[in-house]
């Protein structure tokens, strides 16, 4: 694992952005991971504007998201499928039916969970996956108590998240927040080829703990991505101020980054 400190969230959302861009550009057939929540807007404006400056194109690039809350259609501005249309689809030249989010409103969610799957695998496997952290440590809404190896299923959330994402995007209404979501699971997301996880504010400090120097356990489902060989945590210096071996990590990545 691999994990880059940056001053602010700015500079390490235009590192993981690059990043992104250059894969695209080396196979423009790339499939992509990404993930919602309000960590990667910023990554997500930088990716546009490559688009918009000619840098790159997604004409052909497939994309899976990691997760949606279960209830809510894609018109609701509150669903995943709505914040990617938004923050990252209209904004870039992908094809929306090229863009894969797990439907909320599915009758059969366990027949969606699996037909996801199935998706993934015939598109070739994830080349690069975009991941956000809980500050309970989860990755996409697999909460702590998961099965490292879960595959994509129907999931519950901890109040600690319902909480955050209240106080994020329910004008703190804790009610409003749906209770279970379709996530794609641990071990679904540990087969992308590239992993790039995105970490900023304080209120992570104690997951990103967890997760690059932890034990790996279902605790912190984050802490998976130990046994990744290809995982690249971008944080700013809040977010990486507990990790024990810090300067140690920036110097590395730093160096291989070429930065
Ligand atoms: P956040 O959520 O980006 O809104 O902090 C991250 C997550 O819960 O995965």
Redesign the pocket.
């Known amino acids: 694992m691999e994990v880059v400190i940056c001053k602010t969230k700015e500079e390490a959302s235009k590192l993981a952005a690059a990043m992104i861009t250059a894969q695209v550009k080396k196979n423009p057939k790339t499939v992509l991971g990404l993930?919602?929540?309000?960590?990667?807007v910023l990554m997500y404006s930088e990716m546009a504007k490559a688009v918009a400056a000619g840098e790159v194109s997604y004409k052909e690039v497939k994309s899976w998201n990691?997760d949606e809350y279960e209830g809510l259609p894609g018109t609701h501005d509150q669903s995943y499928r709505y914040f990617m249309n938004e923050n990252l689809f209209k904004k870039i030249d992908i094809k929306i039916e090229n863009t894969h989010v797990l439907n909320g409103l599915a009758p059969d969610p366990v027949a969606e969970c699996q037909a996801y799957e199935d998706q993934i695998k015939a598109a070739g496997g994830i080349d690069i996956q975009v991941?956000?952290?809980?500050?309970d440590g989860?990755?996409?809404?697999n909460e702590p108590g998961t099965s490292l190896k879960s595959r994509t299923s129907v999931v519950y959330l901890t109040p600690s998240?319902i909480a955050?994402?209240a106080r994020?995007?329910f004008h703190g209404d804790m009610q409003a927040v749906p209770k279970r979501a379709l996530s794609m699971g641990v071990g679904t997301i540990c087969e992308a080829k590239k992993i790039i996880m995105?970490?900023?504010?304080a209120?992570?400090q104690d997951a990103i703990k967890g997760c690059v120097e932890g034990g790996m356990s279902e605790f912190c489902t984050a802490s998976a991505l130990q046994a990744h060989n290809d995982a690249w945590i971008f944080c700013d210096e809040a977010a990486a101020a507990k990790l024990q071996l810090k300067d140690y990590y920036a110097w590395r990545s730093a160096t291989k980054l070429g930065l």
Do not use: R
């Open positions: 993930a919602t929540g309000s960590t990667p990691l991941l956000g952290i809980g500050s989860h990755i996409a809404f998240t955050d994402n994020l995007f995105l970490a900023f504010g209120n992570k």
